[in-house]
């Protein structure tokens, strides 16, 4: 049975930090796309980060030059470091995997349960 955890939020004062971690059994990180998504308050979920299986990283402009995405092949973790945290930042937090062969599809075979970050201005 195919698991996706997440752990890490909490609540942070704005220019803050934090650190998502999604932890996978029972796949291999490494060979799926991981992405990160956040949905706030009556908002539509929204794309904020993603790993490929190669390494390379993708990010939304919103976030970019804050966050940082990355993967832990050993302890079969992706990370998402947030850094200078704004308000606007404040969302339950996703990690979701996807087969290669789903890429851009919009379709993603595992969902974690969502982590909740709040920032305070």
């Known amino acids: 049975q195919v698991q996706l955890d997440e752990s890490g939020g909490g609540l942070v004062q704005a220019g803050g930090s934090l650190r998502l971690s999604c932890a996978a059994s029972?796949?291999?990180?490494?060979?799926?796309?991981t992405d990160w998504f956040r949905q706030a308050p009556g908002k539509e979920r929204e794309f904020v980060a993603s790993?490929?299986?190669?390494?390379?990283?993708y990010y939304a402009d919103s976030v970019k030059g804050r966050f940082t995405i990355s993967r832990d092949n050993a302890k079969n973790t992706v990370y998402l470091q947030m850094n200078s945290l704004k308000p606007e930042d404040t969302a339950v937090y996703y990690c979701?995997?996807?087969?290669?062969?789903?890429?851009?599809?919009?379709?993603?075979?595992?969902w974690g349960q969502g982590t909740q970050v709040t920032v305070s201005s």
């Open positions: 979701a995997a996807q087969d290669p062969l789903l890429i851009n599809t919009g379709r993603y075979n595992y």
């Open positions: 029972g796949l291999t990180f490494s060979r799926y796309i």
């Open positions: 790993i490929r299986s190669s390494g390379g990283s």
